[in-house]
């Protein structure tokens, strides 16, 4: 186990500023919620945005969201939240941090803070303003701020933390692929440069292959659905949809599903970049009423999702039950591609 010096040293390291800085932007600017991350006791590796999404919270003190202590005090306000840690402020607010973590090297090496956010509801700006005057804030100050805050569901924030740990954890495995062949490359017998190509290649498949599991999941979870695909352009063989994760279908059918762009349901999605919704065999466009031939099946989401301003994929999700999320969550869904959108 390293000491706390020598931690903080491999974090600056492996965390190299300026890539994971682009990175939490486009976190921050997808999610609308701030982001940023300290080493293992509490100190600032990659500050917050002060200009959005509350970010003056948390960097003015007399606002009362910060603590007033030393940063290393920053993590003692934390309690466990499964696999994360909360802060829950006496302004009805919420943090979470989310482990970073390196094997064989030491073990934690820091965390990835998220929010505050607000769970849930918003308090009216009456109600904040009262809780600034029991402490003696400046009431319009944190008024402005708090109505900078995004709202989100307990699922929606667990379903974002649940992908960016994912993607927090592939970023950190990568780079330490990358470092390994540098070294290896040192020696006389070091990679060639395309073998070191073609192990990157095949490390981010693998990376990408995790992450659309873990959307996946995290839809089904979100939407009360039991089955569901994500499909991908096989740009191998012309372009077609092929099912590249699945949770709840039959292996005949993942190997045999080929969807052209502009056919199907699946399909349409991709050629008009817009997502269908379908209660039983109903349809609001006659164009996909041939293809419901399942009659089991009570709701379905169809969703095209879209990196660098190019389809690259589609999710589709179902269910047999009378009663699910599908439509309440097609916002945060969106939200969650995105997110994904951003490191593809």
Not at 75 to 103: D, M, R, T, V, W
Not at 119 to 124: A, F, I, Q, T, V
Request: with cysteine.
């Amino acid at each position: 186990m390293l000491n706390e010096d020598a931690s903080r040293q491999l974090a600056l390291k492996v965390i190299n500023k300026e890539k994971w800085w682009d990175v939490l932007s486009r976190f921050i600017d997808v999610l609308h919620i701030n982001i940023f991350i300290v080493d293992r006791k509490g100190l600032t590796i990659l500050p917050p945005e002060e200009g959005k999404y509350g970010g003056r919270l948390l960097t003015d003190r007399s606002l009362g969201f910060r603590p007033a202590q030393e940063a290393s005090e920053f993590l003692k306000k934390f309690e466990q939240y499964g696999s994360y840690l909360e802060y829950a402020s006496p302004l009805n607010l919420h943090q979470f941090a989310i482990p970073i973590n390196i094997n064989g090297e030491g073990g934690l090496l820091g965390y990835m803070i998220v929010g505050p956010v607000i769970l849930n509801k918003r308090l009216g700006n009456a109600e904040y303003a009262a809780l600034a005057r029991e402490r003696n804030i400046p009431a319009q100050d944190l008024v402005n701020e708090v109505n900078g805050l995004r709202v989100v569901s307990n699922v929606m924030i667990n379903s974002i933390l649940d992908l960016l740990s994912e993607i927090v954890k592939n970023n950190i495995e990568l780079s330490g692929i990358k470092s390994e062949m540098r070294q290896q490359g040192e020696g006389e017998e070091g990679f060639s440069e395309e073998i070191k190509e073609a192990a990157k290649d095949l490390y981010s498949t693998v990376c990408l292959d995790e992450l659309l599991v873990t959307l996946l999941d995290v839809a089904l979870k979100m939407t009360n659905t039991e089955c569901g695909s994500i499909m991908v352009v096989d740009q191998e063989r012309q372009g077609d949809l092929t099912i590249k994760v699945s949770r709840g279908l039959k292996e005949s059918r993942i190997k045999n599903t080929r969807v052209r762009i502009g056919e199907g349901i699946a399909g349409l999605a991709a050629k008009e970049n817009r997502p269908f919704v379908i209660h039983g065999q109903q349809a609001g466009d006659n164009r996909i009423k041939p293809f419901l031939q399942r009659p089991e099946i009570q709701h379905s989401l169809i969703m095209p999702l879209m990196a660098k301003r190019r389809i690259f994929g589609v999710l589709n999700l179902h269910t047999r039950e009378a009663h699910c999320n599908i439509e309440n969550n097609i916002e945060n869904l969106q939200y969650l591609s995105n997110l994904l959108s951003s490191v593809v």
